[in-house]
């Protein structure tokens, strides 16, 4: 089979990813989800520096992370009050050109 279908069980950002890596390398795919139409909400709060070096494998990397907000750090609270920050600022620093959490806002795919 020179050509083989992939059927993707779901269309989170695992689904989606597998998706489009298949797709680049001239794999046929489709994708079905439990829901009968598109998201309005995200299923990932942020991007992680893996799913990014698979982006720029596909070459959408660079307008994912223009697109996105870099996440410095997360307070932690307990009882109304601050208990604890933790940086995220250098995570993966030395490991990765994405050494950092990003949040990605929806931007049409067109403008990757």
């Known amino acids: 089979m020179t050509n083989p279908s992939v059927l993707i069980v779901g269309a989170g950002p695992t689904g989606l990813v597998l998706a489009l890596w298949l797709t680049k390398l001239g794999v046929s795919v489709r994708i079905i989800d439990k829901t009968s139409e598109a998201g309005t909400t995200s299923r990932a709060l942020a991007v992680q520096a ?63």
């Open 50 to 112: 893996r799913t990014l070096e698979f982006y720029r494998q596909v070459g959408i990397a660079d307008a994912v992370v223009e697109s996105g907000v870099r996440i410095t750090g997360v307070n932690l609270w307990v009882r109304g009050a601050r208990a604890a920050r933790v940086p995220l600022q250098n995570i993966g620093e030395r490991l990765t050109p994405f050494s950092f959490a990003l949040v990605f806002h929806k931007t049409p795919m067109s403008d990757c």
